[in-house]
């Protein structure tokens, strides 16, 4: 699996766990096709970001402006906590790669504004 459909996935697996709470082995499951295994970047990214959500979640209340946490639309959320995880945690990932890539999820899964605010946003977490 390409690294920017795991992170397609992975999004889709924070947003089921976001909305309904389940646990994330079930999320993960959800977002694989039938006779898909599972990715060990996919499973990474997702599992990474649950053992680091509240210092994940802290980097971007820090570098929000003009927002409140709890007022980001869900998806917009989602690709920033992918984002930052990445940022954090995975070091053979350019930090200009990873903002590109939430980037342009962004176009795919947000609104019309989304791409712009993550671009945002991520620069501030990369910089801080």
Do not use: C, T
């Amino acid at each position: 699996m390409k690294r920017r459909v795991a992170r397609e996935k992975a999004l889709q697996a924070l947003f089921q766990i976001d909305m309904s709470g389940i646990e994330p082995e079930v999320a993960l499951r959800n977002v694989l096709e039938e006779e898909e295994k599972m990715d060990a970047y996919l499973e990474q990214i997702v599992l990474g970001f649950i053992e680091n959500q509240e210092r994940i979640d802290g980097h971007i209340r820090e570098n929000l402006e003009k927002w409140s946490f709890d007022r980001l639309a869900k998806v917009d959320r989602n690709i920033l906590r992918l984002g930052v995880y990445e940022l954090l945690f995975v070091e053979d990932v350019p930090n200009n790669v990873v903002i590109n890539e939430a980037v342009e999820i962004a176009k795919i899964f947000g609104d019309d504004q989304s791409s712009k605010f993550i671009n945002g946003v991520l620069s501030k977490v990369s910089q801080s």
